[in-house]
């Protein structure tokens, strides 16, 4: 399969990765696998996330990867962390005589890597992390075929990126508006037992479960839950 049909085969195999009904790791995780078996050379990768000031890794396929990707978070530099913030393109031929990161080669020799190549992220117009790849060998990712694959790769995976944090926020704010509207109904469920019980107003009977969520120190919804439950017990 000559190098066009190759990066073909990639953009299908990163098109089927499905979103609904999975977490932003497990979408993550599928695709550093995909980029693992796709990109010449590759024996290890991982997608570095740039939120603020901090990284971190969000998915990783080979120990080696997460290894090394530790090893820069340590230092706060490193060919993915500048890859990332900066969105270039950065490779390492050989850890053995690269001279940008000497205190983060010297350690990264130790866990196996020997070359690396660090794709930017690109989305709209900045860059929101790397797609790293790790190899035990010099040179390994040094030929045109393994940049091209990795870049198709990894512009890929900046749109799965954000369509899955999208998605994972959104499955958040859905989880989060859901307990918040079932909080609301056992409360109004609850003050309307206080309301019958003890012949008080809506007003008067939330300023009773109030009292009794701060002297025992738990939420209110706890406290409206205890008063439907226990009425329930009782029918």
Same mark, same amino acid.
Request: contains cysteine; proline residues 2%.
């Given at each position: 399969?000559?190098?066009?049909?190759?990066?073909?085969?990639?953009?299908?195999?990163?098109? $089927? &990765?499905?979103?609904?009904? +999975?977490?932003?790791?497990?979408? =993550?995780?599928? &695709?550093?696998?995909?980029?693992?078996?796709?990109?010449?050379?590759?024996?290890?990768?991982?997608?570095?996330?740039?939120?603020? !000031? %901090?990284?971190?890794?969000?998915?990783?396929?080979?120990?080696?990867?997460?290894?090394?990707?530790?090893?820069?978070?340590?230092?706060?530099?490193?060919?993915?962390?500048?890859?990332?913030?900066?969105?270039?393109?950065?490779?390492?031929?050989?850890?053995?005589?690269?001279?940008?990161?000497?205190? #983060?080669?010297?350690? *990264? =020799?130790? *866990?196996? *890597?020997?070359?690396?190549?660090?794709?930017?992220?690109?989305? $709209?117009?900045?860059?929101?992390?790397?797609?790293?790849? #790790?190899?035990?060998?010099?040179?390994?990712?040094?030929?045109?075929?393994?940049?091209?694959?990795?870049?198709?790769?990894?512009?890929? &995976?900046?749109?799965?990126?954000?369509?899955?944090?999208? @998605?994972?926020?959104?499955?958040? @704010?859905? @989880?989060?508006?859901?307990?918040?509207?079932?909080?609301?109904?056992?409360?109004?469920?609850? %003050?309307?037992?206080?309301?019958?019980?003890?012949?008080? !107003?809506?007003?008067?009977?939330?300023? &009773?479960?109030?009292?009794?969520?701060?002297?025992?120190?738990? %939420?209110?919804?706890?406290?409206?839950?205890?008063?439907?439950?226990?009425?329930? +017990?009782?029918?």
């Amino acid at each position: 399969m000559g190098q066009t049909g190759r990066v073909q085969e990639l953009w299908r195999a990163l098109s $089927q &990765v499905a979103l609904a009904d +999975r977490s932003l790791d497990d979408v =993550l995780g599928e &695709v550093t696998d995909i980029a693992a078996r796709s990109i010449p050379g590759a024996e290890a990768t991982s997608i570095t996330l740039v939120r603020g !000031d %901090k990284a971190f890794t969000a998915a990783h396929t080979g120990e080696m990867a997460l290894a090394a990707d530790e090893l820069q978070y340590e230092r706060g530099y490193g060919p993915c962390m500048d890859a990332g913030r900066a969105g270039v393109v950065l490779r390492v031929d050989d850890m053995r005589t690269e001279q940008r990161w000497r205190e #983060y080669t010297a350690r *990264v =020799l130790e *866990v196996g *890597v020997r070359s690396s190549l660090s794709m930017p992220l690109p989305y $709209q117009g900045s860059s929101i992390g790397a797609l790293n790849i #790790y190899s035990t060998q010099p040179a390994a990712f040094a030929s045109q075929d393994s940049e091209e694959a990795a870049t198709a790769v990894a512009e890929a &995976v900046a749109v799965l990126v954000a369509n899955a944090d999208a @998605h994972d926020r959104l499955g958040a @704010h859905a @989880h989060n508006m859901r307990l918040a509207m079932e909080s609301r109904a056992v409360i109004e469920q609850a %003050k309307g037992v206080l309301m019958a019980q003890q012949g008080v !107003d809506a007003e008067q009977a939330f300023e &009773v479960m109030r009292d009794a969520s701060q002297r025992y120190n738990r %939420k209110l919804r706890d406290i409206a839950r205890g008063i439907v439950e226990s009425t329930q +017990r009782r029918q």
